[in-house]
């Protein structure tokens, strides 16, 4: 969808649309929707009535108000009961609201600020405007009959404008996120994600550095590498950096895993576990697109991004079972399965990252089926190896409305890392206990650093549609990030 969002001063009878849209909140409706029943002799009230229309939480009514003068139409839009209400509430009415309007064929509305009394102007602005971006979303596809964008020009009554405009930027940022994870594998190569990084750098101002296999292999990135090694198409460690016009308050480094697919090497996965695999670069989309809405945002931190881009593949120079490898730490790693890919690419990146003068390193990476049996598909996993960090993390998540939880990182679990010839080994082998902590642990033994690490194997990817948008890549992890490095 084409969405337009204006923010107005002005309250909701004051702009002039052809549908006023009004909030039903435990079974009554809001201070502007009476005023409108008012103008409108009791329109809205006796159809409330007639119907026996409660507002639960989406369903909505349509009303005909006078003929020849806008509003024509009063949609009252169901908030639910009173109680368990949440901005997250309004962020999934905005997402409602934006689809239920375009559906009855309005092309420009006007909305009040639905809750503003109860979580304030600014907060409830921002939720609205958030949820509208964020459930406007629609990936273009491939199809060869392309069906036109719906338009909807949309005003919100009696809205803060920054609130608004910060919205759209985390927004747009969410959605671009969503649109990598969605490209198919074959277009969105390792190539062509770091072809679209240089895009946006240059579009955004940001310092970008790509590097090629050769490269790579120079830098002694043979984790990564080994990975990579047994695709046609070439892998590339991609790095962009943001630095403020001021002083930078701090350095934190964000990186991303970014395998464009995962076949699982020869440790194959069945097919139907690859059905899901072009979104194992979801990591990298999340960082990639926090990197966009920071420059636009420009907080006082120093960001820099890292995405070792691979994929993961079968063939006759492809890694193997039992190769031992050489991380750019200069620890050796012996390879029990293939299908631990994610964590040799990491390491390296983490490697890196750290040398170049990270101060504290988020990484997101969709690491383990484990942790989605563990956590399902709407909860990402959190491990810190430092409590404040880890703690920063989570509250950045919480105020953004992103569900993570903590997993601990058992150092009691780290020998089942030990290998017999070589420092470590990338999976506990045969045994499944405790599947995303030992992943996490492999992560920690390359840095010091404060290190929080977020599985999000399980809501990067919604199979079906959910309460912000349509199934497909979610932009997990987006929101988290943007909040963490430039506070509200
Ligand atoms: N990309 C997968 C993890 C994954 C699984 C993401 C399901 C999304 C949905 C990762 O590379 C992987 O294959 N992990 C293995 C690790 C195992 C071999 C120790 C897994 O989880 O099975
Ligand atoms: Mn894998
Ligand atoms: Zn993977």
Known sequence: MELTLKSARRSLDEIHAPLAVVGVWGGELSEEGRRLDIQHRGRLSRAMEALHFRGEFGETLLVSLEEGREPGFALLFGLGKKRGVSLETVRQAGARLVREVARLGFREAVAETFLAEKFG?????????EGAFLGGYRWSGYKTEVRRAERLR???ARSSGPAVARAEVVAEAVNYARNL???????LTPVELARRAEGMAQELGLQVEVWDEGRIQE??????YAVAQGSANPPRFIQ????PEGP???VVALVGKGLTFDTGGYSLKPSESQITMKGDMAG???VLAAMRAIAKLKPPVEVRAYVAAAENMVSGRAYRVSDVLKSLSGKTIEVLNTDAEGRLTLADAITYADRQGAQAIVELSTLTGACVVALGEKVAGLFANDPRWGREVREAAERAGEKVWPLPLEE???EMLRSETADLKNTHGRSRSAGAITAALFLSEFTEKPLAHLDIAGPAYSEKEHPLGPAGGTGFGVRTLVELLSRQ
């Open 121 to 129: 102007k600014r907060e409830a602005s921002y939720a609205l405007a």
């Open 154 to 156: 949309l005003w919100l």
């Open 181 to 187: 994870v969605n490209e198919p594998p074959n277009i």
């Open 219 to 224: 830098a002694g990135m043979g984790a990564f």
């Open 240 to 243: 962009l950096t943001y630095r």
């Open 248 to 250: 930078a308050e701090r």
């Open 284 to 286: 990298a989309a999340a």
């Open 412 to 414: 009691e679990y780290r």
